[in-house]
């Protein structure tokens, strides 16, 4: 089928589309190839908020739920045979789209978020879930706390390929950059082999505006400066892997076999209402990016997205923007301190919404 020609152009520029969501219901009624086949849908991501909405709002899990009830199987286990299920599908029917490309293709699965402050437990449960789904396209989620930093590095030195997510700040992404790079040294110090380790950096886009702007509301800062704040904060994050990914220690790596990993803009639904459907995707143009989007977002762009100013002409207008935002006296260490505690709690909420989902479906199928 035609791809639809405003995401084909998008695709071109160098953005990888993926969609922030899966159920059940989307692999087997077709929706999801749909999407691969008309709206250059690439990959897929997930999290707990998807999964418990997945669950709750489907029978599709019943048999699969009522089996591991009668064998009296532990809500933990089923949680992670379910989702496991899901994203083993998934990663089945985008796997021509991983051999055509060799770098998409993906599907997301987070570790618990329970975890995201336990380095140990992170990439214990990141080997387990690797192995468990079993799929060279499939990512691990790691989230971008400073315990997560080095189980990230762990994972990648055991080959596991790595979303890492929760990444709000340019001197936090650098941080993950360099637990990539020493995680692919690592491996080559191991005697490993880098061939078919992939990983992208999800930097978060549209919770920046939402929390910079309630607080420059505060403030008697130009009322310009607000839902400029997270576009300029993420070309900076660009910026930020540019250099990274041409330095000599890159270099070494790349001639072993290293793929790059490269930035995912995660988070681009709108939050508010007053701006552009499509802000976080149209101006966050630049090659060798994912940007994964909620299917309301995917079609907005599809319907009447336009490509914006590559991301490599923005540097000094972003750099200028975070300035005026400091200048007006929001505490930006702050703000990445907050929304990456947030961020956490939020998926913990789901991750407990979820549990006690299937925890309640186990009860009944008994």
Known sequence: MAQNEKLADLSAAGVAVWLDDLSRDRIHDGSLQALVDECSVVGVTTNPTIFAAAISGS??????????????????????TITAADVRDACDLLAPVAQR?????????????RLAHDTDAT????????WLVDRPNLFIKIPATQEGLAAITTSIARGISVNVTLIFSP???????DAYLSGLEQRVRDGGSLAGIESVASFFVSRVDAEIDSRLEKTDADPSLKGKAAVANAQLAYQAYEEVFSSDRWRALEAQGAAPQRPLWASTGVKN????DTLYVSDLIAPDTVNTMPEKT???????????????ETYRAAAQV???????????????????????????????????????ELEDKK
């Open 298 to 312: 995917l079609r907005a762009y599809a319907d009447h997205g336009t490509l914006g100013r590559p991301v490599q």
């Open 322 to 360: 975070m300035k005026a935002v400091s200048d007006a006296g929001v505490d930006l260490d702050d703000v990445f301190e907050h929304l990456e505690d947030e961020g956490v709690q939020k998926f913990v909420d789901s991750w407990d919404e979820l549990t006690a989902s299937v925890r309640s």
């Open 123 to 130: 990439a214990a449960e990141a080997a387990h879930l690797w």
């Open 101 to 113: 490309t060799g770098r998409d293709g993906r599907v997301s699965l987070e570790v618990s978020p």
């Open 59 to 80: 029978d599709s899990y019943d048999d699969q739920v009522h089996a591991m009830a009668v064998r009296k199987v532990g809500v933990e286990e089923a949680l992670r």
């Open 171 to 177: 001197e936090r992404y650098r941080a993950v950059m």
């Open 273 to 276: 209402k007053d701006y552009p």
